[in-house]
Each structure stands twice: as C-alpha cells, then as structure tokens.
C-alpha cells in the first residue's frame, strides 16, 4: 500500500506569549533572600519514554542553572497539578512551569498566581483561555505542524484505498488535539485514505497495545497505525506481532517523538516514519525562568528545528542517541 519512507521530519517550537501594552504592566516573581531562583515545576507524570527525558533534561539542567527546584509528579491528573500550583504559590516560589495534562480548566489557579505576583511559565503543552495575561510564557512544539508531517508522509507513499487506525494521547490534551487535527487537515486532500478507528491509549505503551487488540479484532482491513507518541505505536507492536501479522510490512506505523526505543524500531524497519519532538527543554525553561523573574522581555514565538530520520538516519545517530 506504501511506497519505500523517504524521509522524517519535525519540528518543535519555542513560543512565548507576553501580555500586551507597554511601560511595564507586568508582574514578576522574586528571588529568595539568597539570591536563589526558585521554581515551582509541575510534571505531567511519568507516562512515556519521553517524559521520562523530559522530566530529567529539566532537573539536571535547574541544577546547572542554580535554580533551586521544588517538582510534582501529577500522575496524568489535572488535580494533582491544581495542588501543586497551589503549594507553589504557598512556598512563594520565584516562579511555577508546568505542562498541563490537559488543555482547559486553568483560569481559578493561574488568576491566584498572577495576585500572588509569581510568574508562570507553561511548557512541552498550552492550555485554552482567552486570558493570556495568566502566564508569561509558552515553551513547546507545534503539534499541528507534527500531525500535518505526518500526514504528508502518508499522503506521500499511499497508493489505492488506505485504512488507518488512529492512537490518540490523552483525551483533551494538546498534542492529542493538534497531532490529530494536522493528520486530518493532510490527509483530507487524498479520499482514498479513511481513518476507520480512533481511540486513546493514553500515550502509555500498554494503553497502545490494548486499543491495537481491540482494533485488531473490530477492523477487517487495517493498513496504517497512526500513534499520537512511539510508546503507543510500541505496544501497537507488541500487539501486531501477537496477531501473527508483521508490522513496518504487513501494516505500516507513524508515530511521533523519536525517542531510543522509538528509533531501534524505525531503524530495525517495525515502524515506517517518526516525527520528531524534542524533550529537551530544560536549558530553554531555565534561561526563560530567569529573564520572566527579572522582568526581561521574552520573545513571542522562537521555532527550534529539529532533524529528520529515515531508517538508515536512525540507526546512524542511535548510538549517540540522548533519549
């Protein structure tokens, strides 16, 4: 049904939002008495891979900073992460970053840490409110733009009717949203390709691989797995293999990070195409931090290219590979 891959693109983006007006306005946080930075980071959970490298590029390059960082695993609930903010505000921290788990429900939170004077600085994934005094900044990648390469890739090296199934993230976080907004928005121009199944697997390898057996058993043709995160397309995998059928041939997988065990399998030819996104944010969030504290302004919106893999690419950096 596809055509040999060709290439891998991707791309993460550095986007930060400042209120409007000018002379000031703004509120800042503060150091502590020491002189210290002190942050408030409030993590998603630890449900893949590249959280995992995500989680460890922000507390090791705090450290290099001299930041001095006070962090909250949320568990993949949003609750968990309204408690932590609140506790950072509490502390009086110099400044709260947090990736929220998802996109709406922030305003109440983030209106006590604007009172409080505590810049905020949101990370990896946005939130939806008209009211973007409520933080400073926006670090993270452009997921459309992750879901329109992947679905250029596919619209690329389809030929004839192509059946996809679709792993999303978390149901009404960002990167679920966007990467299966840009999908859709590519393939539309190519009726021949259908998406016949989506559902989420929760970026979580076995959310992957259970939702792949579901599919499996539902769907009498599938062509394409679509995975909004390699850990799903891994357990997608695992679950593909156990149906006795062979994946990378039998059914072609995209997915999107490009973390290590990602790449050992588009280099060992079980997935077909990654679109890449970076975890390392860390030294990024740190320069960030200290600047809002000061009072500096930032820059709306700075884009971080990233490379590209096919599956001799893959294997040619897997040996250097940082996550």
């Known amino acids: 049904m596809l055509k040999k891959i060709t290439t891998v693109a991707s791309v993460v983006l550095l986007s930060a939002l400042t209120a409007c007006g000018s002379g000031g306005g703004g509120s800042t946080g503060s150091s502590t008495p020491g002189g210290t930075t002190t942050m408030g980071f409030a993590q998603v959970g630890a449900e893949s891979g590249w959280r995992t490298a995500n989680t460890k590029s922000i507390q090791d390059e705090a450290k290099a900073a001299g930041i001095d960082l006070k962090f909250s695993d949320a568990q993949q609930k949003q609750e968990n992460q ?14 709260i970053a947090f990736s929220p788990v998802v996109e709406t429900g922030w305003d109440t939170v983030l209106l006590e840490a604007k009172r409080a004077n505590i810049p905020v600085i949101l990370t990896d994934r946005s939130i939806d409110s008209d009211d ?59 009726p021949d390709i259908k998406v016949v199944a989506s559902q989420t697997g929760d970026f979580t390898r076995s ?106 690419q893959a294997k040619a950096v897997l040996p250097q590979r940082q996550y």
């Open 82 to 95: 309204i408690k932590a903010i609140r506790s950072y505000i509490q502390q009086k921290v110099s400044v």
């Open 207 to 312: 959310g992957g691989k259970q939702v792949m057996e579901a599919f499996l058993k539902s769907q009498p043709k599938i062509d394409v797995v679509y995975a909004h995160n390699d850990d799903m397309g891994l357990g997608a995998i695992e679950a593909i293999k156990a149906a006795g059928k062979v994946p990378g041939k039998d059914i072609k997988i995209i997915t999107v990070d490009a973390v290590k065990d990602g790449m050992q399998a588009l280099a060992n030819g079980e997935i077909n195409y990654i679109v890449e996104c970076n975890p390392l944010l860390g030294k990024q969030l740190m320069d960030l931090a200290k600047k809002v504290v000061a009072g500096e302004q930032v820059p709306e919106r700075v884009v971080t290219e990233e490379g590209t893999f096919t599956q001799e």
């Open 132 to 190: 973007t005094s409520l933080y400073k900044t926006f670090l993270g990648s452009d997921f459309v733009e992750e879901g329109r390469k992947a679905g250029d890739w596919l619209v690329a090296n389809a030929s004839g009717p192509t059946n996809v199934v679709e792993l999303q993230g978390t149901t009404g976080a960002a990167p679920a949203n966007d990467r299966k907004k840009g999908f859709e928005e590519k393939i539309a121009s190519k």
